[in-house]
């Protein structure tokens, strides 16, 4: 399966400021996509990021509060902008190798997140 | 209602027990659905993933699928004190099949 390397593991950032967060993987792929998981809670699809398209946000997420890049097809980030203790989270990136890994039960594999605390 | 319901727990087991965890789900569209693992401070990590009705098999896990009454369960035989971590149970479909709905997880721990 891919292998996703997410910057930073962590941080504690002051309310107003915002964060960008790193996603690299290993291999190509399609699909990037960007999870919440605020605290006691599972995950939250935030947004998805195509290559050399605007990234489509779920709802309850907009592209002023959480701008996403995607310029190649191993890299993107999310930055969190603004921030407020609201936003403390788990942020985590995730790809979508499902075709190309189809068979072998690899399909979806995740970041090991970024811890935010906004104080 | 959510999409993906899953009893929070959580769940105390002792070594050796066997552990059923469950969800149900509300749209029938669905067709692939997964159970991710997660340690504390890791992202989750896949376990199983189904496509059709019926049981799939691996070491220790039994994943199953009932689509007629849209339960999804996984069974871990033996329970071990490694396998204390959250589990969170995702369907995936849609535009893509990489968008996953997850349920709120089940907390297990299994004590020596």
């Known amino acids: 399966s891919a292998v996703i390397s997410q910057k930073p593991s962590r941080d504690i950032c002051q309310r107003g400021t915002s964060l960008t967060i790193q996603c690299q993987v290993d291999?190509?792929?399609?699909?990037m996509f960007w999870y919440r998981q605020q605290p006691g809670q599972s995950l939250t699809l935030i947004a998805t990021a195509n290559q050399g398209s605007e990234a489509t946000y779920e709802s309850g997420f907009v592209i002023d509060k959480f701008p996403i890049s995607r310029p190649n097809l191993t890299f993107s980030t999310l930055t969190v902008s603004n921030m407020s203790p609201e936003d403390s989270s788990i942020y985590l990136c995730s790809v979508d190798d499902w075709w190309s890994q189809r068979n072998s039960n690899y399909g979806y594999t995740f970041g090991s997140g970024t811890r935010l605390t906004v104080v | 209602q959510k999409e993906v319901e899953q009893d929070p727990g959580p769940l105390s087991v002792p070594e050796g027990a066997i552990v059923s965890l469950n969800c149900t789900y509300s749209?029938?569209?669905?067709?692939?659905f997964m159970w991710y693992r997660q340690y504390s401070r890791k992202g989750p990590e896949l376990l199983m993933y189904t496509y059709s009705s019926g049981n799939k098999e691996d070491g220790r896990f039994t994943a199953q699928v009932d689509k007629s009454s849209k339960y999804i369960s996984l069974f871990i035989r033996d329970s071990q004190p490694s396998d204390s971590a959250t589990y969170l149970c995702?369907?995936?479909?849609?535009?893509?099949?990489?968008?996953?709905?997850f349920g709120q997880g089940t907390i297990l721990t299994v004590h020596p």
């Open positions: 995702a369907r995936a479909g849609g535009t893509s099949y990489g968008k996953l709905t």
């Open positions: 291999s190509q792929v399609t699909m």
């Open positions: 749209n029938s569209a669905f067709q692939y």
